[in-house]
């Protein structure tokens, strides 16, 4: 290779890698939604969630905790709307369970007036953090202040993204 073929490919690798500097400077900067997630330190698919948030660029917590049903008091959370994580906005939201990262997007985008979170009560087979082989549809719940509850999307497919948002 010539001397001027080295400068241009070394001269190339400082723009590459100051384009490189660039981009994770601004990834930093457009940092989504931010979430602490409240779990047990044992669970797997609690953490297979959490991975499934960061890989559609939410900005996760995640925190250990002894006693989960204390959180889930704390926000609360009734016994038949629990799963096995809890994920707090900075708004005060609450996400529990296995709800599919795009649907958190669409609730965070445009919360429901009177919305305490949404739930996705018990651990569905299929959704995120539970892929297992094997899919069941499961309905994503809105909680209202007032303690009541509607489908706020109902997921029929592992492609979270087809899934209908009732209006």
Request: charged content about 20%; aromatic content about 6%; overall charge neutral.
């Amino acid at each position: 290779m010539k001397k001027s073929s080295i400068g241009i490919v070394a001269g190339l690798g400082l723009v590459v890698a100051a384009l490189v500097g660039g981009s994770l400077q601004v990834e930093e900067a457009e940092a989504g939604p931010k979430l602490k997630v409240y779990k047990s330190a044992t669970c797997g698919c609690c953490g297979d969630w959490i991975k499934h948030m960061r890989r559609l660029g939410f900005d996760v917590e995640s925190i250990d905790v002894a006693n989960i049903v204390e959180v889930k008091n704390e926000h609360g959370i009734r016994p038949h709307l629990q799963s096995c994580h809890t994920a707090v906005s900075k708004d005060g939201y609450y996400f529990e369970g296995h709800i599919p990262g795009k649907t958190i997007a669409a609730f965070l985008a445009s919360p429901p007036k009177g919305a305490k979170g949404l739930t996705a009560p018990g651990m569905p087979m299929g959704s995120p953090g539970m892929e297992m082989g094997r899919f069941v549809p499961f309905d994503v719940l809105l909680v209202r202040e007032d303690g009541t509850t509607a489908v706020f999307q109902h997921i029929d497919t592992q492609d979270w993204g087809r899934s209908k948002v009732p209006e």
